[in-house]
């Protein structure tokens, strides 16, 4: 079975920094591409940001396009956010998504393997 499993959540403080991985493993990671979702509780889980196989293309939402950036490491079957210039406004549920597209899009129901999630808490 197909499975994701996000790491590197935690409490942190406005403006700092912190990395969340993503290790998949029982699919070939570098035929998809992965992205990373957040939810708020709430709210819907909305996409912040991913990365095709390639590695050609990157796509972030606008809340935090400069702030965060994904990358992977296809021998190692990981993909990263790092974050950066936190707001309180981040927190969240952080996910990591696969899809067979060709490009990071934005729609939830483009992606069929899912992690459980890690949480991360940004204090103001």
């Known amino acids: 079975q197909a499975q994701l499993v996000e790491s590197g959540g935690g409490s942190v403080e406005a403006g700092t920094s912190l990395k969340l991985s993503c290790t998949a493993s029982?699919?070939?990671?570098?035929?998809?591409?992965m992205a990373w979702f957040r939810q708020a509780p709430g709210k819907d889980r909305e996409f912040v940001g991913g990365?095709?196989?390639?590695?050609?293309?990157?796509h972030y939402s606008d809340s935090v396009n400069g702030r965060f950036f994904v990358s992977r490491d296809n021998a190692k079957n990981m993909v990263f956010l790092q974050m950066n210039r936190l707001k309180p406004e981040d927190t969240a549920r952080y996910y990591c998504?696969?899809?067979?597209?060709?490009?990071?899009?934005?729609?939830?129901?483009?992606?069929?393997?899912w992690g459980q999630g890690t949480h991360v808490t940004v204090s103001s």
């Open positions: 029982g699919l070939p990671f570098s035929q998809y591409t």
């Open positions: 998504a696969g899809t067979r597209a060709t490009f990071p899009i934005m729609a939830t129901a483009a992606y069929d393997v």
């Open positions: 990365i095709n196989q390639r590695i050609v293309t990157t």
